[in-house]
Each structure stands twice: as structure tokens, then as C-alpha cells.
């Protein structure tokens, strides 16, 4: 397929915005495709381009790409930069700059999909000090080559950000309809792989191929989330249920094959190097070839430490001797997904854990299996007490079922009134705080689209401004006075003291005195708070609100 055919399928897809018309258009394109071509197509839809087990990285920052874009179409970069502020889209200023240079170029040589995929790769491998400028290089050469129409779609996918609205449950479906095969299967292989491109050659293959799916190690998958809920429901629906301390720490995935072992965070970035002590830890607990889940905290003197110092060891670059001497990381392991071979995801929970206490010797978490509400409500208290967050409820009866925020899992913790929110823009700050960022726009998720609620500008510390200033500052994407526009990467806990009805943003509500509380940069854009969750929120707090005045 030829990039010029990818990016005029983009261009429909961007045009409409019905889910079915999208999946249509897409479920068309794959059965025509090479193997070779299938994984990329499918990936690039979706803006990707590596699995997304990989935490490989394309190094390409916006710096580099306009700067690329300038010596391509012959202009300076602050020429490129301003047509961007302009336009805010990276794409449509890479189109309009490109279609002046190509009526004075006669030569293109045409891109094809595979190759573009392949100079990719090759830029993501680039390591060392020559490394910028061997980027640079091979960026101009691909937007050399490309029409205006390509080199939109290809600016998009080195941002990692297409923005045309298809999204992984489209592509879900559309490889569904594609090869005639049930969806749900499809996204089960989907779970045990990680990797689109991967489900999609499996699909062509048909319902067979893409049953007989098994787990990778060192190929992690999406952690199982949890909802909220509440004791007496879940024994009421289930019966017996499984009771564990909820720890306010990191979650991360082990995976170990003979001596080699690597350590994964929440967002499934490698962190092995961060921390050698957890992995010694992991590996003097069991001889077997796993793959664990658990959450691992920070102690000081027999109590847990707040949750930011156990972030700060899984970010660590430097000094990592000196900062495990400092405080002592506990691995909590509550669950196995891998034993020697064996792919696990399927098996009820229970089974998983009777598995996991005959491999795992040490750190395994503790769990109260029973039907009695008395019961678990000890094991809240005695969680609460020892310095945890809460409990968490499992259904013995279930499977893992990675990535997914389902019924199964029951979080228990005293209701706190903060919100996981999506940092989308910011505003200088003044006076002292000219220097870095000092309010920021945060932003709740609609189905996957992000929507404005609120501002923040109290909470922070000096520190944490310059901190948050640091992780910002390369992901400008617009600037308008003394307003900056993220691309949306980064998320903040905020506090707040009660939810407003409001149509001065997007989502209808607002915060009233919204407080930053910490960084969440363990968490990913799509785990931030949903709009139903707000609005159910807002109708329990008009609820009790009923209450207290009857
Ligand atoms: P939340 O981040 O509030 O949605 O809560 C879910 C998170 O709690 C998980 O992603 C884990 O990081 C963490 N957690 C702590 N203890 C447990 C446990 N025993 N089982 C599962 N998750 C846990």
C-alpha cells in the first residue's frame, strides 16, 4: 500500500465522525493487505506505531519535527511555529507549508506505507550523541518525499497524535467485520497480546489462530483496573469474595524467564534500571518463569510512605544506590497471569491465586476469602489503621482481564473528593513564578474526547511548579498570549471542595476551589475521570445534600 493511499483513507475517516461509517471504511482497507502491511496499517489508524507492549519511544519531539519541516519546505522554524499556532494543528500547517514547496519540486519518490514504517524504526534506534542530528535527517528525507496531503498524516503519526477520532474499539470492530470473526474474541486476543497489528494478522488467519493466544514475557499487558462499589453489593451478587489491603503505592508487572527479569509500571514502561532492589527482591521469590501483578510501597520505620516517594524511585535516572538506602520498597504480589509457559488470564481468580502461593515464597499480599460482612469490614478498618488506602474486592470466580475497569474488581476506600484529570493547557505564571507554568487547564474524558472543567492554580509547591514545569515544558502544542496548549500527556489528582453546575467549561460542570494534590504521571490520559463519573458524583453529592438539609 502506498502512503498516499493510507493518508487519503485518513482523510475520509477524519471527514466523518458516525462510529459505524468509520468502521466501515476501515473493515474495507484490511482485507487487501499484505501481512506486512496489516500491523502498520492498523497501528498508524489508530496514531501508533509500535505495539503498545513496547515501551519503545520515536524520540521525535516537536523541536526536531519543526525544524525538520522548516529546512524541508524552505522556510525558518519560527515561520513553521507560527503556522502551527495558527492553524493549532500540526498537520494542517505541515500540508499547507509542503503544497507551496511541491509547485517548485517535480520529483517525489512515492512512500510506501512499509517503508515509511521501517524509517520509523530505524529512527527510533538511533541512540547516542549523534543521534538528533541522524533524526533530523531522516525526517526531512521522509517529509522530502512526501505530498502535502502525506506529510499531514505523517507529521501527526511522529507526534504520536492522528487526531482523525478512530479509536481502539473501532478498529476492534472493523477487524471483526473485516474477516468475519466475533469481536469479543478479538478483543481477547487484544488483552493477552498488546498489539493491534499482531490481533489483526491472527484475525485473517481466522477464529482458530486468533483463539489459541498466548502471553509473551517481557511483553507486558494493560494492568486489570477496578471500580468503585460497595461491600454489602459485592457479597450480595457474589457470595464468597476475596478481600485484600488496597496499597497506596505503584502498581507494576514482574516478568521473569530463567535468570532474566524486567519490571514494568502501570503505564507498562520498562523500569527495571530504577529498581534493582524490587527486582532482587521479585527474583529471591520464586524460581519458576512468571509474570506477577502487584503494587509496591515505600516503608519507613513499619509504616507505608506516601505514595509520591514510591513514584519518584520509579522515575529515578541517576544516584539509584544512594535512593534504595534511603527508604525500603515492599512488592505487594497479588496476582499471576504467566507460570512456565502457561498463559493464566483465563482461569477464575481463585485458581490464579492457589497458583501464585505455590510459586511465590515471599511478598505475597494478604487475602481473607469470605462471605461475611463483618468479616471484611475488619480487614477495612486493619488496612486503614495499618496506613493503607482501603480494601480491595475481587470475584473469586473471575478472570484477568487486562486494561479493562470492570465489575470484578471493587475498590473500598473512604470517600475523597479528588479527581484524576488530564492536564491540557496551562498559563504563565507571574512575579516570582514568571518562569514556569502557574494555572493549568485540566480536563475530564467523553468517550474518549477530552473536555475542559477546570483551572487550577493553588497547591503546589514551589518545587512541584518547577517539577511540572520540566515534564510540560517540550509538549507545547499551541500558544496564544500567555496561554500554552499541551499535547494531553500528563495527569493531576485534584481536590476540591464540592462540583458546581456550570457553563463556563466544556463539561457543564465546575470545581469549586480546586486544589492540585499530586502528579498521577503513573496513570495514563485514558484512565482519567469519565463525565458520568462526574455527573454520578455530583447526584450523590446533591443526594447527601438532601440529606443534611431534610
Ligand atoms: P485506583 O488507582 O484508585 O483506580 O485503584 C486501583 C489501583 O489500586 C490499582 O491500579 C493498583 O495500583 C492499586 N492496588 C493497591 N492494592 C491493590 C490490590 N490488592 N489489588 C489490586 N490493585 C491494588
Redesign the pocket.
Known sequence: MLFMEFSRCCERLEAISGRLDMIDIISKELPGLTDDELPVFVRFVMGRIFSDWSSRKLGIGPNLLYDAVGSVAGVPKEQVVEKINRTGDVGQAVEELLAVKSQMTFFHEDLDLVHVYSSLIGIAEQEGKKSQREKLLAVRRLLGNAHPLEGRYLARIMLEELRIGVGESSVREAIAKAFGVDSALVEHAMQALNDMGEVAKLAKRGPDALSDVHITPFHPVR?M??QQGSIADMIKEHGEIAA????DGS?FQFHKKGNWARLYS?RLEDVTAALPDVIQQLMSATEHDVILDG?VIAIKDGKPMPFQSVLRRFRRRHDIAEAQEAIEMVPNV?DILYLDGETLIDLPFAGRRKKLEGVVTMYL?PQLVSSEQAAIEKIYDAALAAGHEGI?IKVPSSPYTPGQRGKN?I?IKPEVDTLDLAVIGAEWGEGKRAHVFGSFLVACQDQGKLVPLSRVATGFSEEQLAEVYEMLKDTVIAKSGKEVTFEPLLVFEVGYAELQVSPTYEAGFALRFPRFIRLRDDKDITDIETIEGIRTRYGRQANSAQTYQN
Request: aromatic share 26%; hydrophobic share 45%.
Open positions: 494492568m483496573l477496578a485484600e489491603y488496597k496499597y502498581r502501570r503494587e497479588f499480599a480491595m474488581w475498590k
